[in-house]
C-alpha cells in the first residue's frame, strides 16, 4: 500500500502505556511515526502466537500426513542423535525417563524465544523478522529430510509451519501498525490485536494438540500391530525358485516389498483400527447372518498365495501396480457358511471409513484365491495397506474388490447396490485387462550402448495368465521375449528380450499375449471408466 491510501484523518500514534508518541500533520510525519508503531512486547507475542498457528498447522499436516515429519520430534530427535553421549547421560541423570519431555518443553520455549525475536525485529525493519521465521522452520525441514528412512513427504509439515507463520504474520503485523489499515482509536486496535491474537493462539495450540493426538493414534496402532504373530498357513504358497525372477538391473522384483507397494485410497487419516475391536459381518441376502472377530479369522486356516494387484487408475506404462504373497482366509467359505440367497450377484464390502466396492459374488465363490488378508509378505498388513483386515480377489482392479480396513460385507444386486467409485463415473464392474510393461531401457535413459541391450519387464492379465510377450523396435516385426516361470495365472510375469541394438534413436513397443491367445489390444482407452489399453513404448538413444 502506498501513503496515498492513507485516511484522510490523522490519527495519534501512542505507545503501550497509552502517550502520545507522535504527531501527524502531515504524510511524511505519518510514515515517520509507522516506523514505530506499538510496543515492542506486543510485536514479539505476534511472532509468538504466529509461530505457534504455524507449529499447529504442522502438527496436524504430520498427524494426517506422515506422522515422522512432526516438526518437533525431527527437530528433537536431531538433538537426540547429536549432542554427545555425555551430555545425554547428565540429562538422564538430572531428569530420568522425563529427559525427553524436558527435552521437547526446552525446544519449544527456545523457539518460543527465538519467534518473539524475530516479532521484535520485524517492528523495525520489516522483513528480516519474517526470514529469520523461515529460517527457524529450515531447520525443521532438514531435520526432517536427513533422517534415517526420510521421504521428500517427511519436509511437508515443516514447509507448511513456514507458510502458516509467515502468513499469520503478516497478518497480525498489518493490525499492528494502525496508520494503514484502520480508522478506529489506537485501544480499540489493541483489543482488536489481543482478542485476534488470543483466538489465533487457542486455535495453534488445539492444533497441536489435535495433531499429537493423531500421530499417537498411529504409534498405538503401530505398536499393537507390532505383536502380532502371523499363524503358521494351513497352504502355504510355492517356494519362490530362481526361474521367477531375471537377474537384469533395473527391473521390477517379483515380489514388491511392503514399503515400496503402491499406495491408493481415500482416506485423509489412515484408519487405527484395533484388532481386538475389528470385525466383519456378513448381512444382505443370506440365510445366515456371520460375524467373525479378528481372533476367529486368525484362528481359521489361514492360505498363503501370491496375488499381483493394480489400480484401474494406472495408465499404460504406470506404476500403480505391485505382487505381494498374502495370508488370509478363503472369502469363499465364509459366504458358504452365510449361504447367499438365489439372485444375489454381488457383495458390497464397505471399509471402517466408508468406502465401499462392488464385487461379482461369482468372483469371490468361483475358487480363485479371493481372501480376507491379515498378512503381506510376512508381515501384518502394513496400516496403509489394510490393517488389520483386507479383501484381495486375483483378477479384478482394486476399486471394486481390495477393499482396505473392511468391516463388512453385504451380498446383494448390482441392480441394488453401487459402490464408491462406480457413483463417480467408473464402471460397476472392474475385470483387470491384459498389459504389459517396459521396465528396462527406463524412458529417456541415456548411457544404452550399441550391441546385445536387454529389454525387459512385466506383463500381467490376473486370473487368466500370460503365455507371451513380444517387442518390436521402431514398427518392426514383433520378436518373441523369453519368459521368466510364471508364479501362478494370478501373478504378473517378467520377460526380457536381448535386443541387437544399433546406433541412433529407436523406439521400443511391447505387447503380452494370454493364457487363452488372446493379443493385447493396441488401441488407446483412457483409464476412466474401466481401465486403461494401449502398448508401452520407450524411446531410447543408443551410442
Ligand atoms: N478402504 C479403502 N480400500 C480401498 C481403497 C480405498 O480408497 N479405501 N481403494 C482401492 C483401490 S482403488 C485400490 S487400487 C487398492 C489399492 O490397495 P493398496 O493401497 O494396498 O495398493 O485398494 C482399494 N481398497
Ligand atoms: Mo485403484
Known sequence: MSDTDEPAT?????????????????????????????HWWTWALAGVVSVLAGLGAAELTAGLLAPASSP???????????VPGWVKDIAISLFGTADKIVLLVGLGVL???????????????????????????????????????????????????????????????????????????????????????????????????GGRALT?????????????????????APALVGGTSFQVAGLTPIVTPNADFYRIDTALQVPNIDPKNWSLKITGMVDNEVELSFAELMALPLEESYT??????????GDLIGNAKWLGYPIRELLTRAGPEPGADMVLSTSIDGFTASSPLTALTDGRNAILAVGMNDEPLPLEHGFPVRMVVPGLYGYVSATKWVVSMEVTTFAKQTAYWTDRGWSERGPVKLSSRIDVPA????????????VAGVAW??????????????????????????????????????????????????????????VQTSAIADVVPDGATGLHSVDVQVA
Request: charged share 20%; net charge neutral.
Open 10 to 38: 490523522p490519527h495519534r500514534i501512542e505507545d503501550a502505556a497509552g502517550e502520545p508518541v507522535a504527531d501527524h500533520g502531515s504524510p511524511a510525519d505519518q510514515y515517520q511515526a509507522d516506523e514505530h508503531p506499538r
Open 72 to 82: 518437533l520430534l525431527v527437530v528433537g530427535s536431531l538433538v537426540i542423535d547429536s
Open 111 to 209: 523457539v518460543a524465544l527465538l519467534a518473539a525475536v524475530a516479532g521484535v525485529v520485524d517492528r523495525r525493519w520489516p522483513p528480516f523478522g519474517r526470514s529469520l521465521v523461515a529460517v527457524i522452520g529450515l531447520v525443521g525441514v532438514s531435520a526432517a529430510v536427513t533422517r534415517a528412512h526420510a521421504g521428500p513427504l517427511d519436509s511437508v509439515s515443516s514447509l507448511v509451519a513456514i507458510a502458516v507463520s509467515i502468513l499469520v504474520f503478516s497478518w497480525l503485523s498489518r493490525t499492528l501498525r494502525p496508520g494503514r489499515t484502520s480508522t478506529s482509536p489506537e485501544s480499540a486496535d489493541r483489543r482488536r490485536f489481543l482478542a485476534i491474537a488470543g483466538v489465533t493462539a487457542g486455535l495453534g495450540a488445539l492444533a497441536v494438540l
Open 216 to 236: 499417537i493414534g498411529r504409534q498405538t496402532t503401530e505398536a499393537v500391530r507390532s505383536v502380532i504373530r502371523l499363524p503358521k498357513p494351513a497352504v502355504a
Open 308 to 317: 499381483t494387484l493394480t489400480c484401474v487408475s494406472n495408465y499404460v506404462g
Open 443 to 454: 524412458v529417456g535413459a541415456g548411457g544404452v550402448k550399441a550391441g546385445t541391450v536387454a
Open 461 to 518: 492379465e490376473q486370473h487368466v495368465g500370460i503365455s507371451a510377450v513380444q517387442v518390436r523396435v521402431d514398427g518392426g516385426q514383433w520378436n518373441d521375449a523369453e519368459l521368466a516361470d510364471a508364479i501362478s495365472e494370478d501373478t504378473w510375469r517378467q520377460w526380457v528380450w536381448r535386443w541387437p541394438a544399433t546406433n541412433g534413436r529407436h523406439r521400443l513397443t511391447v505387447r503380452a499375449i494370454d493364457a487363452n491367445g488372446v
